[in-house]
């Protein structure tokens, strides 16, 4: 899904992050890349207190569309280190939302500096966040009714050998 949303928006990479509002973090369940990294693939599972990143609570909190240049003098000073860290030059995030819920924030990055996001791609972003957040309320549906199911329910079936295979043709 990062990578469609990546591609769909032309951008250099893609992320998305589930929002766990009773702990106030993010944790990071998909990054894309047109080149990816160890590191990329490493961010998987990272988590992020909110109180890290302050510039996601207007995100997750407010539902705002957030942009991020580096080249942007009042840019957040955490926004910017952590830009600079990544050579991020371009950001702009949504928040995922699911019956009225934010789930999760939606995020592309370029490494351009020319790169503007206009109206036209916020719109775009914020229409891919719909199924992105559908399908990540399914997914979580699904872990969670496995995670209720007997032990043997979330094994396969154990075959019981067959008889004939041990038997030789004379």
Same mark, same amino acid.
């Given at each position: 899904?990062?990578?469609? @949303? ?6 250099? *990479? ?29 961010? %998987? ?12 609570? *207007? ?34 995030? @949504?928040?995922? %939302?699911?019956?009225?819920? @934010? ?26 966040? @719909?199924? %992105? ?17 007997? *032990? ?19």
């Amino acid at each position: 899904v990062a990578r469609q @949303v990546g591609e769909a928006m032309r951008a250099t *990479s893609c992320d998305i992050a589930d929002f766990e509002p009773a702990a106030g973090t993010l944790t990071y369940a998909a990054v894309w890349a047109r080149e990816m990294t160890p590191e990329d693939e490493a961010y %998987v599972g990272t988590v992020i207190p909110l109180a890290d990143r302050p510039a996601r609570l *207007s995100v997750v909190c407010e539902r705002k569309v957030v942009e991020y240049y580096l080249d942007d003098p009042g840019l957040d000073p955490i926004e910017r280190k952590v830009m600079e860290k990544w050579g991020e030059s371009t950001a702009v995030e @949504v928040p995922l %939302v699911f019956a009225d819920e @934010v789930i999760g924030i939606l995020g592309v990055v370029d490494v351009d500096p020319q790169r503007r996001y206009g109206d036209a791609d916020k719109a775009l972003l914020q229409a891919l966040a @719909v199924p %992105v957040a559908a399908a990540i309320h399914q997914q979580r549906a699904r872990l969670r009714r496995l995670s209720r199911a007997p *032990s043997s329910a979330r094994r396969p079936a154990r075959r019981e050998p067959s008889r004939r295979l041990h038997l030789r043709a004379r």
